[in-house]
T-cell receptor, first 117, second 117 residues
Framework: AQTVTQSQPEMSVQEAETVTLSCTYD???????LFWYKQPPSRQMILVIRQEAYKQQNATENRFSVNFQKAAKSFSLKISDSQLGDTAMYFC??????????????FGTGTRLKVLA | DAGVIQSPRHEVTEMGQEVTLRCKPISGHNSLFWYRQTMMRGLELLIYFNNNVPIDDSGMPEDRFSAKMPNASFSTLKIQPSEPRDSAVYFC???????????????FGSGTQLSVL
């Protein structure tokens, strides 16, 4: 069974600084997708960034980028120039295609990030 | 598009009572997921449906939990009888194949905060 581990329950960063959130996963699959979701206090779940396992190039979305290390099964999220609005819970997620052609998302326990003014 | 609609947003009940959570997925989405969010376990996948058929219910904690999807536009998660340890936020999410990206995008509802006293 696939598992997703986020070893940092809480983190803080000064505004305008850079922070990296860690995520590791365990799978025997070769083709899969990885995601980072942001959950602000409103409880809304917002897709931040995605990475296809077959792509070697790390995904980037504006201030958000990932460091995908497939052999190490590591998928960290880097937030550059942190802003107060980045304060949220961040979830790492793994997705693979199921036997019936469906898609199953497995999430980690989350990292609560606080950006300090 | 109204997004994934969950009701109620908050539910407070007493131990032993039956609780029913409701979800309306986005029209056209053929997969529906129920998740439970707690501080200790993060986002746990309880069950998911594809084309109204339950595909994987291995995450359902025990027989007190049941889920149904009688048609493509409605699903329920029922807890009977409820216990204090069931207190959590329950999310419904739906998905579809993204024709451009070839991966299912996951859309979340706003969640139901359940408190069992």
């Amino acid at each position: 069974a696939q598992t997703v581990t986020q070893s940092q329950p809480e983190m803080s960063v000064q505004e305008a600084e850079t922070v990296t959130l860690s995520c590791t996963y365990d799978t025997s699959e070769n083709n899969y997708y990885l995601f980072w979701y942001k959950q602000p206090p409103s409880r809304q779940m917002i897709l931040v960034i995605r990475q296809e396992a077959y792509k070697q190039q790390n995904a980037t979305e504006n201030r958000f980028s990932v460091n995908f290390q497939k052999a190490a099964k590591s998928f960290s999220l880097k937030i550059s120039d942190s802003q107060l609005g980045d304060t949220a819970m961040y979830f790492c997620a793994f997705m693979k295609q199921g036997d019936s052609g469906t898609y199953k998302y497995i999430f980690g326990t989350g990292t609560r990030l606080k950006v300090l003014a | 598009d109204a997004g994934v609609i969950q009701s109620p947003r908050h539910e407070v009940t007493e131990m032993g009572q039956e609780v029913t959570l409701r979800c309306k997925p986005i029209s056209g989405h053929n997969s529906l997921f129920w998740y439970r969010q707690t501080m200790m376990r993060g986002l746990e996948l309880l069950i998911y449906f594809n084309n109204n058929v339950p595909i994987d219910d291995s995450g359902m904690p025990e027989d007190r939990f049941s889920a149904k999807m009688p048609n493509a536009s409605f699903s329920t998660l029922k807890i009977q009888p409820s216990e204090p340890r069931d207190s959590a936020v329950y999310f419904c999410a739906s998905s579809r194949m993204d024709r451009a990206l070839g991966v299912e995008k996951l859309f979340f509802g706003s969640g139901t905060q359940l408190s069992v006293l």
